[in-house]
C-alpha cells in the first residue's frame, strides 16, 4: 500500500487520540472546587479592586456599574491603572468614582500588564488585593464570597475560572477548544493561576514583589502562580461562574492576537504537558485533515462521519458549559483557529518580534 496513503491513515487515526484526552480535559476540570453560593455573615478585611486599563472606555462602563453593586462588610476600593490609555478610559473610570492610578513610563524590562498591576498594588490600602480584568463583569456578592473562602481555608490566595460570555460563534469554537485543551495538558501537581480574578493577601504580594517578580513575562499569571506555588503558598483554584463573568476579545483579530500570545507563552509554563495540549489540539482539528484527504481521494468517505464524531464527542462536555451543544460540531474549526494562532506566536518569538498585544509587542 502506498506510504503516502498510511500517512492520510495516521492523520485520520490521531482524532480518536482526542477522546481520551478530552476525557482527561473534563476530569480535571471537574475536579476543581467550586466557590460556594452561600454568602457569609460577618465583617471582612478591607479589599482593593484593582484592575489594569489600556484602552478600556469600552469595557469599563460594564465593570464598573457591577462593581457599584458590589455588597461587601468591609472597607472596600476600586483603582483603575491607566496604562497609557490613547481613549476615555481615565475619564470613565473617574466619573464611576473609581481611584484612577496614573502609569510612569514603562521601565526597561517590564511588560505593560505586570507593571500596570505593579502599579496598582503599590497605591492599593486593602488587606486583600483582587486583580481582575477591565472586560470582566462581577456578580454583588462576588469579592465577599471569595474572600470569605480564603479566609475560612487559611489561604494566601486565590483564582478563579469565572464565566464567559461570547461575542461571536468564532469566539465561541476557538476558546472552548483553547480552555480544554489548557486542562487537557495541565499537570496535576501544577498550579494555574487566571488573571482575570487573582485574590491575594496584601502581606503576600509584598514578601515575594508579586508581579514586579514576573515583570517580563508575556503570560504573567502563570508566572506569578508557579512563584508563589514554589515559594510554599497556599493556594485554591476554583471555578466560580456565579461569582463574574468574562468577554475576553472585542473582535476576531483581538481574539487572534490574544491566543497567539497565551498559545506561545504558555509553552513556557506548560513543559513537556504542553506537547499533551499540543496533541490533543491537533487531534481534534484533524477532521479538516481527513476532509482534505477524501476531497483529494487520499482516504475512503466513511473516515470523515467517524473522525468527525470522535472530535465531536470529545469536545460534548465542554460544549454543555459552553452554550448550545450543537458548537461541539464545530470542535475542529474552533482548534485549527487555536493551533493556526499558537503557530504564528512562536513563529514570532522566534524571530524576536513578539506579539502583538494592545498596541504594543510582548
Given at each position: 500500500?502506498?506510504?503516502?496513503?498510511?500517512?492520510?491513515?495516521?492523520?485520520?487515526?490521531?482524532?480518536?487520540?482526542?477522546?481520551?484526552?478530552?476525557?482527561?480535559a473534563n476530569r480535571m476540570y471537574a475536579a476543581?472546587?467550586?466557590?460556594?453560593?452561600?454568602?457569609?455573615?460577618?465583617?471582612?478585611?478591607?479589599?482593593?479592586?484593582?484592575?489594569?486599563?489600556?484602552?478600556?472606555?469600552?469595557?469599563?462602563?460594564?465593570?464598573?456599574?457591577?462593581?457599584?453593586?458590589?455588597?461587601?462588610?468591609?472597607?472596600?476600593?476600586?483603582?483603575?491603572?491607566?496604562?497609557?490609555?490613547?481613549?476615555?478610559?481615565?475619564?470613565?473610570?473617574?466619573?464611576?468614582?473609581?481611584?484612577?492610578?496614573?502609569?510612569?513610563?514603562?521601565?526597561?524590562?517590564?511588560?505593560?500588564?505586570?507593571?500596570?498591576?505593579?502599579?496598582?498594588?503599590?497605591?492599593?490600602?486593602?488587606?486583600?488585593?483582587?486583580?481582575?480584568?477591565?472586560?470582566?463583569?462581577?456578580?454583588?456578592?462576588?469579592?465577599?464570597?471569595?474572600?470569605?473562602?480564603?479566609?475560612?481555608?487559611?489561604?494566601?490566595?486565590?483564582?478563579?475560572?469565572?464565566?464567559?460570555?461570547?461575542?461571536?460563534?468564532?469566539?465561541?469554537?476557538?476558546?472552548?477548544?483553547?480552555?480544554?485543551?489548557?486542562?487537557?495538558?495541565?499537570?496535576?501537581?501544577?498550579?494555574?493561576?487566571?488573571?482575570?480574578?487573582?485574590?491575594?493577601?496584601?502581606?503576600?504580594?509584598?514578601a515575594t514583589d508579586g508581579f514586579a517578580a514576573?515583570?517580563?513575562?508575556?503570560?504573567?499569571?502563570?508566572?506569578?502562580?508557579?512563584?508563589?506555588?514554589?515559594?510554599?503558598?497556599?493556594?485554591?483554584?476554583?471555578?466560580?461562574?456565579?461569582?463574574?463573568?468574562?468577554?475576553?476579545?472585542?473582535?476576531?483579530?483581538?481574539?487572534?492576537?490574544?491566543?497567539?500570545?497565551?498559545?506561545?507563552?504558555?509553552?513556557?509554563?506548560?513543559?513537556?504537558?504542553?506537547?499533551?495540549?499540543?496533541?490533543?489540539?491537533?487531534?481534534?482539528?484533524?477532521?479538516?485533515?481527513?476532509?482534505?484527504?477524501?476531497?483529494?481521494?487520499?482516504?475512503?468517505?466513511?473516515?470523515?462521519?467517524?473522525?468527525?464524531?470522535?472530535?465531536?464527542?470529545?469536545?460534548?462536555?465542554?460544549?454543555?458549559?459552553?452554550?448550545?451543544?450543537?458548537?461541539?460540531?464545530?470542535?475542529?474549526?474552533?482548534?485549527?483557529?487555536?493551533?493556526?494562532?499558537a503557530i504564528w506566536g512562536i513563529a514570532n518569538?522566534?524571530?524576536?518580534?513578539?506579539?502583538?498585544?494592545?498596541?504594543?509587542?510582548?
Amino acid at each position: 500500500m502506498p506510504a503516502r496513503l498510511w500517512d492520510w491513515r495516521r492523520a485520520a487515526l490521531l482524532t480518536f487520540l482526542a477522546l481520551p484526552l478530552g476525557w482527561r480535559a473534563n476530569r480535571m476540570y471537574a475536579a476543581l472546587p467550586q466557590l460556594p453560593r452561600k454568602v457569609p455573615d460577618g465583617a471582612l478585611p478591607a479589599l482593593s479592586i484593582i484592575v489594569p486599563a489600556r484602552n478600556e472606555a469600552a469595557n469599563l462602563p460594564h465593570l464598573l456599574s457591577s462593581l457599584q453593586q458590589v455588597c461587601y462588610p468591609g472597607p472596600l476600593e476600586v483603582i483603575v491603572v491607566d496604562d497609557h490609555s490613547d481613549d476615555e478610559t481615565a475619564l470613565i473610570a473617574s466619573a464611576y468614582g473609581a481611584h484612577v492610578a496614573r502609569v510612569p513610563a514603562l521601565p526597561a524590562g517590564w511588560l505593560g500588564k505586570p507593571h500596570a498591576c505593579h502599579v496598582g498594588a503599590a497605591t492599593a490600602r486593602g488587606d486583600w488585593l483582587l486583580f481582575t480584568d477591565a472586560d470582566t463583569v462581577h456578580a454583588p456578592d462576588g469579592p465577599r464570597l471569595a474572600v470569605s473562602y480564603a479566609l475560612e481555608h487559611d489561604l494566601d490566595g486565590l483564582s478563579l475560572f469565572i464565566g464567559q460570555a461570547y461575542r461571536s460563534v468564532a469566539d465561541r469554537i476557538a476558546l472552548v477548544a483553547a480552555f480544554a485543551g489548557l486542562f487537557a495538558g495541565r499537570r496535576p501537581q501544577n498550579y494555574v493561576l487566571n488573571g482575570q480574578y487573582i485574590l491575594l493577601r496584601r502581606a503576600v504580594y509584598a514578601a515575594t514583589d508579586g508581579f514586579a517578580a514576573v515583570r517580563n513575562e508575556a503570560v504573567e499569571d502563570l508566572a506569578l502562580g508557579r512563584l508563589l506555588h514554589r515559594r510554599g503558598y497556599r493556594l485554591a483554584l476554583l471555578t466560580g461562574d456565579h461569582a463574574a463573568t468574562v468577554r475576553m476579545y472585542a473582535s476576531l483579530s483581538q481574539a487572534w492576537h490574544g491566543l497567539s500570545r497565551l498559545g506561545s507563552g504558555a509553552l513556557r509554563w506548560s513543559g513537556v504537558w504542553s506537547l499533551v495540549t499540543a496533541l490533543f489540539v491537533s487531534a481534534l482539528m484533524s477532521p479538516l485533515i481527513v476532509l482534505v484527504g477524501v476531497a483529494a481521494g487520499r482516504l475512503h468517505p466513511a473516515w470523515l462521519p467517524w473522525t468527525w464524531l470522535a472530535a465531536t464527542a470529545s469536545m460534548y462536555p465542554w460544549a454543555q458549559r459552553a452554550g448550545p451543544l450543537g458548537y461541539a460540531l464545530l470542535a475542529p474549526i474552533g482548534a485549527c483557529i487555536v493551533q493556526a494562532a499558537a503557530i504564528w506566536g512562536i513563529a514570532n518569538r522566534l524571530i524576536g518580534r513578539g506579539v502583538k498585544w494592545k498596541g504594543r509587542r510582548v
